[in-house]
C-alpha cells in the first residue's frame, strides 16, 4: 500500500463551502508537504509543516499534522472555483535524504 | 525570481530512440531532484542531487536512464532507449536544503510511440 494515501479521491462542493482532504502516511517523517496540480500543469507548493508541527496557516488554507496517527489534513476556507484542481499530500522521509512520496491525490471541483 | 524551469514541455519520440530533459532549478538551491508520473500513477521519486553529486537514485527504474548535474547548476535526464512505458510526465524540483520546501516545474510530457 501507499506511504501517503488521500482521502477523499474526489470531492465536488459549491464555491464558498470548505473543502477538507486528509492525507495518511506509514513511516516517520521530517515533513509533509502539500501540492496543488491544475490540469496535468506542474506541481505548485502549498504548504510545508514539519513534524515537530501540529499546524500551519497559509492565506484560505489550513493544514493539520498529527504524528501520532500518523495523518494530515488540508483545509481549504471559502472556496473559490479557482481552487478546483488536484490536491497531493508528500511526506519527507526521516531518513537524512529529502526523497518526498506523494499520496494518490484528492481531485477537488467547485462549482460556481 | 525565476522558478525551476523544465525543457522541453512535451516530447513525442518513437520507441529505441533518445531523449534528453532539461531541468533548470531555482539559482541558489543545491538540492535538485527528478520525479515521474506514468500512466497516471503516483508521482514517483527518480534521483536526488546534491550540486553535482548523486545523493540518492534509488528510484531511476534501469539503466537506460542516466542523470547528470554537470557544475552543480542545471541538470539533464536522458532516455537512451526509451521504451514505450517510459511514457508519462517528469517533473523537477529543488530546494535549499533539507526539510524545506521542494519547488517543482512544469514538467515534460514524453510520449514514447
Known amino acids: 500500500s501507499q506511504q501517503g494515501e488521500e482521502d477523499p479521491q474526489a470531492l465536488s462542493i459549491q464555491e464558498g463551502e470548505n473543502a477538507t482532504m486528509n492525507c495518511s502516511y506509514k513511516?516517520?517523517?521530517?515533513?509533509l508537504q502539500w501540492y496543488r496540480q491544475n490540469s496535468g500543469r506542474g506541481l505548485v507548493h502549498l504548504i510545508l509543516?514539519?513534524?515537530?508541527?501540529r499546524e500551519k496557516h497559509s492565506g484560505r488554507l489550513r493544514v493539520t499534522l498529527d504524528t501520532s496517527k500518523k495523518s494530515s489534513s488540508l483545509l481549504i476556507t471559502a472556496s473559490r472555483a479557482a481552487d478546483t484542481a488536484s490536491y497531493f499530500c508528500?511526506?519527507?522521509?526521516?531518513?537524512?535524504?529529502?526523497?518526498?512520496?506523494f499520496g494518490t491525490g484528492t481531485r477537488l471541483l467547485v462549482s460556481p | 525570481e525565476a522558478g525551476v524551469t523544465q525543457f522541453p514541455s512535451h516530447s513525442v519520440i518513437e520507441k529505441g530512440q533518445t531523449v534528453t530533459l532539461r531541468c533548470d532549478p531555482i539559482s541558489g538551491h543545491d538540492n535538485l531532484y527528478w520525479y515521474r508520473r506514468v500512466m497516471g500513477k503516483e508521482i514517483k521519486f527518480l534521483l536526488h542531487?546534491?550540486?553535482?553529486?548523486?545523493?540518492?537514485e534509488s528510484g531511476m527504474p534501469n539503466n537506460r536512464f542516466l542523470a547528470e548535474r554537470t557544475g552543480g547548476t542545471y541538470s539533464t535526464l536522458k532516455v537512451q532507449p526509451a521504451e514505450l512505458e517510459d511514457s508519462g510526465v517528469y517533473f523537477c524540483?529543488?530546494?535549499?536544503?533539507?526539510?524545506?520546501?521542494?519547488?517543482f516545474g512544469q514538467g515534460t510530457r514524453l510520449t514514447v510511440v
Open positions: 508528500a511526506t519527507g522521509l526521516n531518513t537524512g535524504f529529502q526523497k518526498l512520496v
Open positions: 513511516t516517520s517523517i521530517n515533513n
Open positions: 509543516i514539519r513534524s515537530n508541527e
Open positions: 542531487f546534491v550540486k553535482e553529486s548523486k545523493q540518492d
Open positions: 524540483a529543488s530546494s535549499t536544503s533539507l526539510n524545506t520546501e521542494a519547488f
